[in-house]
């Protein structure tokens, strides 16, 4: 069995792809799998460090805005779309000849599974997000099947005919710890803990809207607090600090530009404070934790604020749009859950009662429903 896979752009398009591509590998090992993606983009990197075949193909997503830069980008997106990548990719598929094709959104899935579809290849396609993408949107009538993190996402699409709810795939790799073992791990005492990071994009107001948070907890004393304050913003972030009057304390603070053991993090955490993008909805129901949401209000279609609702009314979330976080907001709302431990727990139970932990094993179950399970075994 040949199958392809279409990911790029963001790590939320990307790391659903692996997850996938690792169940289909752990059950069919003799599976054959290309992934194709843009020759710079970060898929290249993580793909190929996965131990996956990569091709690289030019591709552009279409820009929304209409300023000169944006037409001149889009020109070029519709030049890849309907020649170039259109040439190339079809190449690609005549020389692999895949018996599949997945996508996990983006403009790479609507370029690949576009092609494949016309040319005859079975097709699948995951929307990781509560508010379905333009890739999603255009395979919703051509793709055999659209398989969909949440049923929120079906409210908007015009055809539901090949929906299937499956969750979002996490790789199995990903350690979920006890939450007193992961913060002996990160070497912080007992005590309240609060984790929070504003990703790479538009990090700066989460950062400083943190920083005098962590002079409240420094007065209500015994919290611990683990900040992601991204790798443009150390500068803002201590300059907060010092506007707020408090110091960084080695015992109960971890401060980093990137937090590269996340998981631990996330399992050591009481409360999460973070942006919306998909795959961190999705771990925060895997492990279980209330968290306040700040969407990225310049993500496509808003869809992160569609993705911090799907929490929000579950009571498994508390929401502060980006127009309306500040300072002051911030502290208001975790002094609240810090002081009403009876709703954290609560907040706690329903992210919990979200998770969707079998999502790999039920988009397995849709592909060989497709594709049938002989193909695999061939």
């Known amino acids: ?85 259109k040439s190339a990719v079809r190449k690609i598929i005549k020389e692999f000849k895949p018996e599949l094709a997945v996508g996990t959104g983006g403009y790479v899935t609507a370029t690949v599974l576009g092609q494949a579809a016309a040319m005859g290849v079975k097709t699948v396609t995951h929307e990781s997000n509560s508010y379905p993408g333009m890739a999603t949107k255009m395979l919703s009538e051509k793709a055999d099947k659209v398989l969909l993190a949440v049923g929120d996402a079906k409210k908007h699409l015009k055809n539901t005919d090949r929906c299937v709810v499956t969750g979002n795939p996490l790789r199995t790799n990903i350690p979920i710890e006890e939450q007193s073992a992961a913060r002996e791990r990160l070497g912080l ?68 530009d990137y937090i590269d053991n996340m998981y631990t993090c996330m399992c050591a955490a009481d409360l999460i404070i973070s942006r919306a993008g998909a795959m961190t909805i999705t771990e925060l129901t895997e492990i279980g934790r209330p968290s306040v949401l700040v969407p990225y209000p310049a993500a ?68 060989i429903d497709l594709v049938g399970k002989e193909h695999f075994e061939r």
């Not at 169940?23 to 993606?37: A, D, R, S, W, Y």
């Not at 869809?303 to 009314?313: G, P, S």
Request: proline share 2%; with cysteine.
């Open 300 to 367: 496509a279609e808003n869809h992160q604020y569609y993705n911090a609702m799907t929490l929000v009314n579950e009571n498994a979330a508390i929401l502060i749009e980006d127009k309306d976080l500040t300072r002051a907001r911030l502290v208001d709302e975790v002094s609240k859950l810090y002081n009403d431990r009876v709703r954290l727990e609560l907040m706690r139970e329903n992210a919990a009662k979200m998770r969707k932990t079998n999502a790999a094993d039920l988009i397995l179950s849709e592909i």
């Open 1 to 85: 069995m040949k199958v392809i896979f279409a990911a790029g752009g963001t790590a939320g398009h990307i790391n659903p792809a692996l997850a996938i591509a690792d169940k289909i590998m752990q059950v069919f090992p003799n599976t054959e799998i290309l992934f194709i993606g843009t020759p710079n983009g970060m898929e290249s990197r993580l793909v190929t460090k996965a131990g996956y075949d990569f091709r690289g193909v030019e591709m552009s997503g279409f820009q929304r805005g209409f300023s000169p830069r944006d037409i001149l980008r889009n020109v070029k997106a519709a030049y890849c779309y309907l020649i170039s990548a």
């Open 189 to 256: 005492p007992d005590g309240f803990t609060v984790l929070s990071f504003g990703g790479s994009l538009g990090a700066n107001k989460i950062t400083e809207a943190v920083a005098e948070l962590i002079a409240w907890e420094k007065k209500t004393g015994g919290i611990n607090h683990i900040h992601s304050f991204g790798s443009k913003n150390k500068d803002t972030f201590y300059a907060a600090l010092e506007q707020s009057g408090v110091s960084e304390d080695k015992q109960r603070h971890i401060f980093r």
